[in-house]
T-cell receptor, first 115, second 111 residues
């Protein structure tokens, strides 16, 4: 079975450039999450969608971050302009139903380095 | 269940021995818990879960124990293998999508 698919796996970009991260959730999952992982802060929830609609973006660090989900099989996380402190691993995850008891499945992550 | 700092606790075990990884969760209202394994360069991988109406659940070579009285969760890995080397962390759900992830423990399997 195909899991959550993310691209690119690795990206190195210069400060000020736009970064777009992509995600394809598991087919049939109606919840999609974007997380960021750093050594200092661990896993942080940035935003999540239900049926392609953003439900809670309170974890998005600032206006430079935006996320979209134009359809059930695709989502993007965009950073514009990027800054060195954005360097982290960004994980997309999906779930079939978000209630207590439903597992969140993670992709392999997009490793972002902003220099 | 606060986020990880610079240094992860490390557990070193001999290959073939049993491993026990512990997690103290933060929210007494949490009613669902998951253990994840994260290998270097990869995403967190689901291992096993448990609901709060249970105190023990077994999988293949893994067992999760839940003690709600002291808000403690443990993961036991039987006959630890080199492939078990990874960072393990627990996640708790207080009935919402906002899972709280633990700090993580690095498991090193010694040959």
């Amino acid at each position: 079975d195909a899991g959550v698919i993310q691209s690119p796996r690795h990206e190195v970009t210069e400060m000020g450039q736009e970064v777009t991260l992509r995600c394809k959730p598991i087919s049939g999952h109606d919840y999609l999450f974007w997380y960021r992982q750093t050594m200092m802060r661990g896993l942080e929830l940035l935003i999540y969608f239900n049926n392609n609609v953003p439900i809670d973006d309170s974890g998005m660090p600032e206006d430079r971050f935006s996320a979209k989900m134009p359809n059930a099989s695709f989502s993007t996380l965009k950073i514009q302009p990027s800054e060195p402190r954005d360097s982290a691993v960004y994980f997309c995850a999906s779930s079939q139903r978000v209630e207590s008891g439903n597992t969140i499945y993670f992709g392999e992550g997009s490793w972002l380095t902003v220099v | 269940g606060e986020s990880v700092g610079l240094h992860l606790p490390t557990l070193s075990v001999q290959e073939g021995d049993n491993s026990i990884i512990n997690c103290a969760y933060s929210n007494s209202a949490s009613d669902y818990f998951i253990w994840y394994k994260q290998e270097s360069g990869k995403g967190p991988q689901f291992i096993i879960d448990i609901r709060s109406n249970m105190d023990k659940r077994q999988g293949q070579r893994v067992t999760v124990l839940l003690n709600k009285t002291v808000k403690h969760l443990s993961l036991q890995i039987a006959a630890t293998q080199p492939g078990d080397s990874a960072v393990y962390f627990c996640a708790e759900s207080p009935g919402t999508y906002k899972y709280i992830f633990g700090t993580g423990t690095r498991l090193k399997v010694l040959a």
